[in-house]
């Protein structure tokens, strides 16, 4: 599977992601700053694209739940577009169903660039992971018992990170 590459537009407060290859925590980061970027704007709608997404991890699938609580929360719209069988199995495999509306409708992303970590820093990337998994623990207690030793771990990781920088 090829390595993920995520696309991102906004139109006038309408976001559009296309995501392709392989979804993981690499190409997570730009997804994650775009769920940071929706926690301090108003927006009416968000489509996400998945026809050419070869499959997710559990981080990019907790990014995407994090953009779809901020969505949920303020009364926008968050759509899952032309998601195959295995994408909707992964992400009603995590409770992540009643989050999303799932169509099958094109997405325009016009002419925005492929947005990529570059080199993301172990920090970066440990957070990401770290709020990611507690987003998919918080949103179905099933996942609780998948995720918490990844938690504890990673957490570890970020507070030893965090102890060297000082």
């Known amino acids: 599977m090829t390595n993920g590459e995520v696309i991102i537009s906004n139109r006038e407060g309408c976001y559009a992601v296309k995501v392709s290859g392989r979804a993981t925590f690499e190409c997570a980061p730009p997804l994650r700053a775009l769920a940071k970027e929706l926690d301090q704007t108003s927006f009416q709608k968000v489509?996400?694209?998945?026809?050419?997404?070869?499959?997710?991890?559990?981080?990019?699938?907790?990014?995407?739940?994090?953009?779809?609580?901020?969505?949920?929360?303020?009364?926008?719209e968050?759509?899952?577009?032309?998601?195959?069988?295995?994408?909707?199995?992964?992400?009603?495999?995590?409770?992540?169903k009643?989050?999303?509306?799932?169509?099958?409708?094109?997405v325009d992303v016009g002419?925005?660039?492929?947005q990529t970590?570059?080199?993301?820093?172990?920090?970066?990337n440990a957070t990401t992971v770290l709020e990611a998994?507690?987003?998919?623990?918080?949103?179905d207690k099933e996942n609780?018992?998948?995720?918490?030793?990844?938690?504890?771990?990673?957490?570890?990781?970020?507070?030893k990170l965090n102890d060297n920088k000082s």
């Open 78 to 96: 968050i759509s899952i577009c032309n998601a195959n069988e295995l994408n909707k199995s992964l992400l009603c495999g995590l409770g992540l």
């Open 117 to 124: 970590p570059g080199s993301v820093d172990q920090r970066t």
């Open 133 to 139: 998994h507690k987003t998919l623990m918080d949103v």
């Open 47 to 76: 489509d996400i694209d998945l026809e050419n997404c070869q499959g997710m991890d559990s981080t990019f699938m907790g990014v995407l739940a994090m953009m779809a609580l901020r969505a949920k929360k303020i009364g926008a």
């Open 111 to 114: 002419d925005a660039a492929a």
């Open 98 to 106: 009643r989050l999303f509306q799932f169509t099958a409708r094109t």
């Open 144 to 159: 609780v018992k998948k995720f918490e030793k990844v938690v504890d771990f990673v957490q570890k990781d970020l507070d």
